[in-house]
Nanobody, 126 residues
Framework: VQLVESGGGLVQAGGSLRLSCAAS????????MGWIRQAPGKEREFVAA????????YYSDSVKGRFTISRDNAKNTVDLQMHSLKPEDTAVYYC????????????????????WGQGTQVTVSS
C-alpha cells in the first residue's frame, strides 16, 4: 500500500485544516487507518484511528472534540479534519495503515501499523 498525505500548511491558532491520505496499490477496506504526528524533538504520537469499515473511531485526549477522522473506502481515502488548532498541534502528520487482522483495536501504538505515508507538515502559529 502506498500512502500519500496532503493538505498540510501554515494556519493561525484557532484555525482549521483538512488533511487527506490517498492510497494506491491495495484497497484500504482491509485496513484500520490512523493518523500519527511527530513534533520536532519529540516521539511520534498517536492522533486518531478509524476502523476498516468506518464504524469505529478513536482519538487521543489531546485532539478529542477538535479533530475528526473519516474514510471513503470507495475512493481509497482517509481524511483528518482539524478544528480549533493550537500551536502544540504543530507537527508532521503521518497517515498509516494497519492490516485489520494484525492487531487489536484501537491501533494506538506506531508499531501496530504496516504502511506509512511520507508525512505532511502542519504548522500552527500563535
Amino acid at each position: 500500500v502506498q500512502l500519500v498525505e496532503s493538505g498540510g500548511g501554515l494556519v493561525q491558532a484557532g484555525g482549521s485544516l483538512r488533511l487527506s491520505c490517498a492510497a494506491s496499490g491495495r484497497t484500504l477496506s482491509n485496513y484500520d487507518m490512523g493518523w500519527i504526528r511527530q513534533a520536532p524533538g519529540k516521539e511520534r504520537e498517536f492522533v486518531a484511528a478509524i476502523s476498516w469499515s468506518g464504524s469505529n473511531t478513536y482519538y487521543s485526549d489531546s485532539v478529542k472534540g477538535r479533530f475528526t477522522i473519516s474514510r471513503d473506502n470507495a475512493k481509497n481515502t482517509v481524511d483528518l479534519q482539524m478544528h480549533s488548532l493550537k500551536p502544540e498541534d504543530t507537527a508532521v502528520y503521518y497517515c498509516a495503515a494497519d492490516y485489520k487482522y494484525d492487531s487489536s483495536w484501537p491501533p494506538i501504538d506506531q508499531h501496530d501499523y504496516d504502511y506509512w505515508g511520507q508525512g505532511t507538515q502542519v504548522t500552527v502559529s500563535s
